[in-house]
C-alpha cells in the first residue's frame, strides 16, 4: 500500500535509489490487526500462499503518512495519491480509506468555504436555531412558474431554505435562466413584504462555463444560493466555481453511495467531505437519522460532526440533515451533535402535514425549541398543536 | 429505481399529476430475473415483509429508459441522473450500472475525443501495429534531469510512447515546466536525428488553471500528449481542457475500482468509459491481461472492444493495455480484440529485458507481429531472438 503509491513497485527497479527512497517513500506509522476472516471481502484477490490450513484473510486498520513533497498542495493529486490505484491491487480483498489528515500547507493553497456556517445564517436571516428547509418536489416536470407557485406556498409558510432536487439543474422545460427569474420574483416579492429573504439553492451543476453563466444569473436575480452535485462535477470544477464564486455552495453528494456502501471499499464521508470543505463547499450533505437511505445514524453523526470540526484552523461547513426528516428526529440529533449549526432539510415533514405547509414549518421549528430546551417532544407537543399534529401523522411511519 | 430518478417519489405527492408523469416519468423497459439468493449483497437494506419462509433476496437485471427532456444535453447531469442516490437506496442490497445508450442529441453538445485512433497514430508516427510504451519508473522522485536521461534511454531504443506515473503531476522536486523542458530536449534532440518523435503523456492533472497553464507549457515545447487522472479531476474539469486542448488526452482511470470493485455496486468501465469519450479522452486505460491487478481478463477486453466501438457515430478512443503487460500477452490481446488499435505500455518487460531496453521494445514489437501473423510467440521466438529472451526472462513470472 505505501509502496505502490509512494517510491516502490513490487520489485526494485533501477534508479530506486537509497536516497530516493528516504525522501519519498511512504511510511507505515501504525498497524492495528484485527481478526482475520475466512472468506474474502470482495472477489479479485490474489492468494499468496498455499497451506494445508484454510485460507485466513488478514484485516487491519493501517495508517501510512506522505510526504507532502511526493504531490505538493493539490486536491486533485492528493484524491490519486490516497483513492488511486490502490483500490485495485490484488494484494487486498477490500479497502477502504477512512480518514485523512493534512498539513497545514494545503490552507495555503485552497481558500475553502468563501461563507460557511456564518456567512449562510447571516444571508438566511436565522440565528441560534437550525436553517429550516425543504426541496421541490416532484423532483423533475415542474415549470418555472409551478416551481415558483410553490415557492409563495412555502416562502409564505415561513421557511428559511428550498433547494432545487439534484436530478433538475437546467433542462429544457424548465431552464435555469426561467426558473431562475420565476422563483426570485416570488422570493424578492416576499423579502419585500415580510423583510424575510428564502435562500434557495438553485442546482447550477453542468459543464463550468454554464455554472459560472449560472451562478452569475442567480446572483444578478438576488438569489443566496447555488447548489452542484459535486461528485458529477469534479474537484478540479468545483474548485474552479468557487474561485468565481459570490455565493454560498450547497453541496450535493449524489453517487457517494457508489463507493461508500460496501463497508469494505472505497472511502468514508469522513475523508471525502475534508476534499470538498477544502475545496470551498459551504453546505454539505449529510444524510438524516432514520433516514431512507442505508445509511446508519451512527455514521451520518459522525459525518455530521466532521463538518463541524475545524481542520486547518477553519474551514467548517455546516451540515445538511436531509432524507425522511419530520420533526420527529430533531431531539436525537441535536443531542448527538451538540449543536444547532445545520439545516434541516424536510419535504413530507412539511408539505403533507395535516395543518399545511405553514404548520409544518412551525412544528420543525417547535421541535428544535424542544430539543435545545432539553423537553421531550410529546411535552412540547402538549401546548404547540403543530408539534401536536406532526407527531400524529408522522411518527408510525 | 426509474421512480426516485425520475418523476416519482414513495408516495404520491401533490403536483405530481398524470400528464407530468407522463411526460417525465423514466419507463421501466425490460426486467430479467436472476436466481434470488438468501443473503444481500451489501449490508444497509430494508426487508420489505416478514415471512415465515427464509428471506430472498430477488436479484435482476433492469433496463430503463428515461425522457432527454429531463435533464438536456449536460453529462455532468446525466451522471447524477444514472448514477447518483439510488446507489444509497435501502430497497436495494446492491446496484450497478452496467451499460447505457444515449441519445443522438449528445453528438450536438461533446465533441468528443479530438485525435483519438487517427490522431494519436499520426503524432506518434505508429501505423499497423500497437504503439509500444512504457511508464517512467519509479514513480516518483526522479529528478527532471533523471527522468530526461531515462527518456533518452527509452527513446534510443525506439519506442513509441512514455508516459508520467499517475502519482506525478507537478510536484516541487520535479515541476511539470522543469520536467517538460528537459523530457522535450531530449525529445526533440532524438527526432532532429531520427525523424521519430516519441509521444510523451505529460501528466497535467491539477486545478483548471494548472491544466490549462500545463498544456500549454507541453504544446509550447513541442510535446504531442497530456495526461490527465480523469476521476480526480471530474467530468467538468476534463470537458473544460477538452475544448482548450491543442493535443491528446491521455486519460488514466485511478480511482475506478473505488466504485468498480465490489461486483455488486457502482459502475461497469464499458458505461464509465462513455462519459470520458464524450467529454474528450482520445486514450483511454482499460487495464491488461493477466494484470496485476484483481479485474479479469474478459472485463478487460470488454472495456477495450468498448473503446474502439463506435457511439454516436463515432467517439472511438484508443484502449491503453497496462499492468503487468510484456510480450506475452500480445496473442492473447490480438485474438480477443481483433484489432492492432491499442497502445501496449509495459514496465518491466521493456526495462528488465535481458538485452536491454531496445531489446525489450523489440520483443513487443515482434510479439505483436508473431501475433498478426497468426503464428506462435514460441515459433516466431526461433528467429527473433529479443523475444527468446522474453519468453525465457518473464514467462514464469
Keep these: 500500500m505505501a509502496g505502490e503509491q509512494s517510491s516502490g513497485t513490487f520489485v526494485t527497479i533501477p534508479g530506486e535509489s537509497e536516497s530516493l527512497r528516504e ?36 484485516r487491519a486498520e493501517v495508517v501510512l ?113 426561467q426558473r431562475v427569474t420565476a422563483v426570485m420574483r416570488v422570493i424578492n416579492d416576499c423579502a419585500d413584504k415580510t423583510g424575510k429573504k428564502v435562500m434557495y439553492a438553485f442546482n447550477i451543476t453542468g459543464d463550468i462555463d454554464d455554472m459560472l453563466r449560472g451562478h452569475d444569473v442567480v446572483l444578478k436575480a438576488g438569489g443566496t444560493c447555488v447548489m452542484v452535485s459535486i461528485l458529477s462535477v ?36 469522513i475523508a471525502y467531505q475534508k476534499f470538498w470543505r477544502l475545496a470551498g463547499a459551504d453546505q454539505m450533505h449529510v444524510n438524516g ?22 481542520m486547518l484552523g477553519g474551514y467548517t461547513a455546516m451540515p445538511v440533515f436531509s432524507s425522511g426528516q419530520w420533526a420527529g428526529q430533531a431531539p436525537d440529533t441535536f443531542q448527538a451533535l451538540d449543536s444547532v449549526d445545520l439545516m434541516y432539510v424536510a419535504g413530507g415533514g412539511i408539505m403533507a402535514h395535516p395543518g399545511g405547509p405553514a404548520a409544518g414549518v412551525n412544528s420543525l421549528k417547535q421541535a428544535w425549541e424542544a430539543a435545545t430546551s432539553g423537553q421531550t417532544l410529546e411535552n412540547y407537543a402538549q401546548n404547540h398543536l403543530e408539534l401536536q399534529q406532526a407527531i400524529e401523522r408522522f411518527s408510525h411511519l
Tied chains: 1, 2.
Design 289 to 310: 437519522l432514520r433516514n431512507k437511505f442505508c445509511e446508519s445514524d451512527e455514521s451520518v453523526i459522525a459525518s455530521a460532526r466532521e463538518c463541524l470540526t475545524p
Design 23 to 58: 525522501r519519498h517513500a511512504a511510511k507505515v506509522e501504525r498497524i492495528t490487526e484485527f481478526e482475520p476472516v475466512g472468506i474474502p471481502s470482495l472477489p479479485g484477490s490474489r492468494r499468496i500462499e498455499q497451506t494445508a490450513d484454510p485460507v485466513k484473510y488478514r
Design 234 to 269: 469534479g474537484l478540479a470544477g468545483f474548485t474552479y466555481l468557487r474561485r468565481h464564486c459570490q455565493l454560498p455552495i450547497h453541496a450535493h453528494r449524489n453517487g457517494w453511495g457508489a463507493f461508500a456502501r460496501s463497508p469494505w471499499l472505497g472511502m468514508s464521508y
Design 65 to 177: 503518512s506522505f510526504p507532502l513533497e511526493n504531490i505538493g498542495l493539490s486536491l486533485p493529486n492528493l484524491m490519486t495519491l490516497v483513492a488511486g490505484n490502490l483500490y485495485e491491487l490484488n494484494q487486498f480483498s477490500g479497502l477502504r480509506l477512512t480518514d485523512i489528515q493534512l498539513p497545514s500547507a494545503f490552507a495555503n493553497a485552497y481558500p475553502g468555504p468563501q461563507f460557511g456556517i456564518e456567512g449562510t445564517r447571516k444571508l438566511a436571516g436565522v440565528f441560534n436555531r437550525p436553517i429550516i428547509g425543504t426541496i421541490i418536489k416532484p423532483s423533475v416536470g415542474l415549470s418555472p412558474e409551478e416551481t415558483a407557485a410553490l415557492v409563495k406556498t412555502l416562502a409564505e409558510a415561513g421557511i428559511d431554505f428550498i433547494k432545487d432536487d439534484e436530478l433538475i439543474a437546467n433542462p429544457p422545460y424548465s431552464t435555469l435562466d
